[in-house]
């Protein structure tokens, strides 16, 4: 089975994203995708997989969008992908492919709906919230492990 993550080392959610992909028994392919951005096809089509606008896979915090005025709204999908093409750290991350689909897992847990296997273990984030139980069940938030 193959699993992709288009990955940031840097970054606290992609890092819990790895985590919990590797706690369900898998080791993915991880691109880091600041070092080796998707190709403008392979993020069309990413995004046209996802089901969601463009706009929504563009991240603001960290990155020059604000000063490249991408709050527009009159700009169009090309001017967008244009921009993340520029610009990768633009591109909102992680984003994981596997069988099950394609999606932005943020929050981090947000992956556990789109992995084939379940988790094999307990799992918290680095922030101390648990995610999965030592049965592998999902915690529900506000409860602890």
Known sequence: ??????????????????????????EPEV????????????LADLIRRMGVPVRDVLREKGTPYA????????????????????????INRPIVVTPLGVKLCRPSEAVLNILPNPQLGGFTK?????????????VAKGLTA
């Open 31 to 42: 691109i880091e995708y600041l070092k080796t951005p998707p190709t403008r096809d392979v």
């Open 67 to 90: 000063e490249l005025g991408l709050g527009d709204l009159s700009l169009t999908d090309d001017q967008l992908l244009d921009a993340m093409m520029a610009h990768p750290i633009l």
């Open 1 to 26: 089975m193959t699993i992709t993550i288009f990955h940031n080392p840097a970054c606290g959610t992609s890092r819990n994203v790895l985590a919990l992909i590797r706690n369900s028994g898998e």
């Open 126 to 138: 680095e922030d101390g919230e648990p995610v999965v139980d030592a049965a592998g069940q999902r």
